[in-house]
């Protein structure tokens, strides 16, 4: 029976530690989003990188037209407001007859896909590599150190042009290409960020009290950095977006007639006079898109760097 009781209890004070860590979390987002409010440029960003995240995963029942169908009677047809436009091809129509408007819905699928898959595991490899270096330091430290500052000597566009050649073409291929070296800046920053958090005082009484190494790193050191590498992670998607579409404008990234922003770009080329919809409406969504993230990023480097802050 008391064996009972003392279950009864320590389950209450689980269910009820869960109860209180739900509501600091809920506290924390609602703080977040009133303090966001108070930044425009940061909340417009917010907003229409959401709204592209929908349009991406509504894109099967948003798209008015399969995004790979050809049809060549209605070729380079223009979008709908200017003479020769039908309403059945909003934004007209490119070389091959397919549906711009399709295409460049199920191209925000592909270009935020490899944008959060090249960040994520940018983040998952630098940032685990960036904690054990700048923990433990010695040679470990020493070693990555030494290849990350010989991965910045290139430029990462001219170093993905190279890994994309050596592999060939393919979203696989491309998304290794990008966090062969995409990963550096996230192990430099969380390196850092850890050398700078093992000197203070918490981690000191973490080390004193027998904690494991890894329970401090994880459950002591990376929360206080967090918010670092969330506002490195946003910028980079940006980037890492364009880098997809540089890498498909040139033939390297993904491969038609699968829709990609930088393909279509390249696909207008040859009719920029007569058929300027077919690059230039692709090349305003991945502004857009790019833009709204820079200005969220920005943003919340604003509102969770502390310094600033007090400034």
Known sequence: MDKMNSSQVLLNNGNNLNLISLKLFLRNQIAFFSELKGHPSALIGFIILILYILMAILAPLIAPH???????????????????????????????????????????????IVGFLAVGISILIGGTLGMIAGYYRGIFDQIISRLADLLLAFPFLIFAIGMMAFMGPGFLNLILALTF????????????????????????????????????????????????????????????????????????????????????????????????WISTLPGIALLILVLSINLFGEGLRDLTDPRLKRS
Do not use: C
């Open 66 to 112: 399969s995004p790979t169908t050809t049809d060549l009677d209605n070729r380079l047809l223009p979008p709908f407001w200017l003479e020769g436009g039908k309403s059945t091809f909003l934004l007209g129509t490119d070389v091959l007859g397919m549906d711009l408007l399709s295409r460049i819905i199920y191209g925000a699928q592909i270009s935020l």
């Open 181 to 276: 070296k995409g990963w550096v800046e996230f192990f430099r920053l969380v390196r850092g960020e850890v050398m700078s958090e093992k000197t203070k005082e918490y981690v000191e009484a973490a080390n004193a009290l027998g904690i494991s190494k890894l329970k401090i790193m994880v459950v002591e050191i990376l929360p206080n950095i967090i918010h670092s590498i969330t506002v490195l992670g946003t910028l980079r998607l940006g980037y890492m977006i364009i880098m997809e579409a540089s890498l498909s404008f040139l033939g390297l990234g993904i491969q038609p007639p699968t829709p990609a922003w930088g393909s279509m770009i390249n696909d207008g080329r040859d009719y920029v006079m007569n058929a300027w």
